[in-house]
């Protein structure tokens, strides 16, 4: 069985090991000149690959528009963050877990496991086209497929596809959501790719900025609308980033006018804060950080007593403009529907035609969820399509 694997992501690398090692004849192609290059980006920081929370609480980390209920209990049910790490260890690569639950390769790094991981496929007899940009696709089985490799238009058939293309973030990578198109002239519902995990924008006045600027604000509980963070947040010239602000994004979004409010001190009352205020003054009376006072006072009116004071430091609030450009996001939201795929990831209207990673519209919050994702649903897509 011929198996085409199109994008050379965490997604379509775990698609055509897995439809390799169930016998069939994969090609894997990828427009650039390598593959693995989003997994390379995320390894700068160290290699995040799963998490270790316990997994009732890891499944609901992945949301989106539609998603079948139940879904990612099972999937990653059968893909389970343990197995991801027996897998790294097949590899010869150990992982370890922080105290933070976050799961690495021992190495901190991304380019041992992806190069294993490539000799491995070769070993599988997976072959690479690189340089094939996928420009189209006929209706009908066997599947035509079209790219465009250094201006030349080519053709390749195959029994069954999977596609795994990516969002849009991180376009230099190759993942620049110019895949749409050609769903979308296929009939396929596909929501608008947007930024999740990203930045988001407020005007800081200089005097803020000359405090607070490049400095975490830490052990946070944040709020947008109904939905809760914690974490931690890091101020910019922009605006905010961090762990807490990345969570929130969906809620955001939703949003007419987006905005968060922050808990300085989610450990003490209101009436707690405003008794410490009685015998000291701030930012020592609760031992704000000198980012932390200059946003709490940022549009704290004159005369504010101190009861006021307290419940402001339990619900500063922030608004925003909107979130950072996709292309410096670190996933994107939006993509195929889920009303568009069945159980196993294919295309309803495309039969033999499956898609995996951030291509369908769900998001989740960094910390190795992302990675876990594309790893489950490459699994599935890749077993399906041999089916």
């Not at 989003?38 to 989106?64: I, M, P, Q, S, W």
């Not at 099972?74 to 690569?93: D, H, M, Y």
């Not at 930012?283 to 007593?305: D, F, Q, R, V, Y």
Request: net charge neutral; glycine share 12%.
């Amino acid at each position: 069985m011929k198996v085409a694997v199109i994008g050379g992501g965490p997604a379509g690398l775990r698609a055509a090991e897995v439809a390799a090692s169930a016998g069939a004849r994969v090609k894997l192609f990828e427009a650039k000149r390598s593959v693995g290059r989003k997994l390379l980006v995320a390894g700068r920081g160290g290699l995040n690959l799963t998490h270790g929370e316990d997994f009732a609480r890891f499944v609901t980390r992945y949301t989106g528009p539609g998603q079948p209920e139940g879904f990612w209990e099972n999937l990653l049910g059968s893909f389970t963050p343990a197995e991801l790490r027996e897998w790294a260890a097949g590899l010869g690569i150990e992982t370890f877990q922080q105290r933070t639950g976050r799961v690495y390769p021992r190495e901190m790094k991304a380019a041992p496991l992806l190069r294993r991981w490539v000799d491995r496929l070769r070993g599988l007899g997976v072959t690479f086209e690189t340089n094939h940009r996928w420009t189209g696709l006929a209706p009908g089985r066997p599947h035509r497929l079209e790219f465009t490799v250094h201006g030349e238009s080519r053709t390749f058939i195959a029994d069954a596809v999977v596609l795994a293309l990516g969002g849009a973030s991180w376009p230099v990578t190759g993942s620049d959501g110019s895949w749409t198109s050609i769903l979308t002239g296929l009939g396929i519902g596909v929501d608008p790719l947007v930024p999740a995990n990203c930045g988001w924008e407020t005007p800081w006045p200089a005097e803020v900025l000359a405090v607070a600027e490049g400095q975490p604000l830490k052990n946070l509980t944040v709020r947008a609308g109904d939905t809760e963070a914690i974490g931690e947040l890091m101020v910019t010239a922009y605006g905010l980033e961090g762990g807490a602000i990345y969570q929130l994004g969906s809620a955001l979004r939703s949003m007419q006018e987006p905005a968060i409010q922050i808990d300085f001190k989610p450990t003490f009352s209101r009436a707690e804060l405003a008794r410490r205020l009685a015998s000291a003054r701030l930012p020592e009376a609760w031992k704000l950080s000198p980012a932390a006072h200059a946003i709490l006072m940022h549009g704290a009116p004159s005369g504010i007593t101190p009861e006021q004071l307290a419940a402001r430091a339990k619900a500063c609030p922030v608004r925003f403009s909107g979130p950072r450009p996709i292309d410096e996001a670190i996933s994107s939201a939006g993509g195929v529907r889920w009303d568009e795929v069945d159980e196993s990831l294919m295309l309803r209207k495309l039969p033999g035609v499956h898609v995996a990673g951030e291509m369908i519209d769900w998001e989740a919050p960094t910390g190795g969820y992302l990675m876990q994702g594309c790893f489950a649903t490459g699994t599935l897509a890749g077993r399906a399509a041999t089916s």
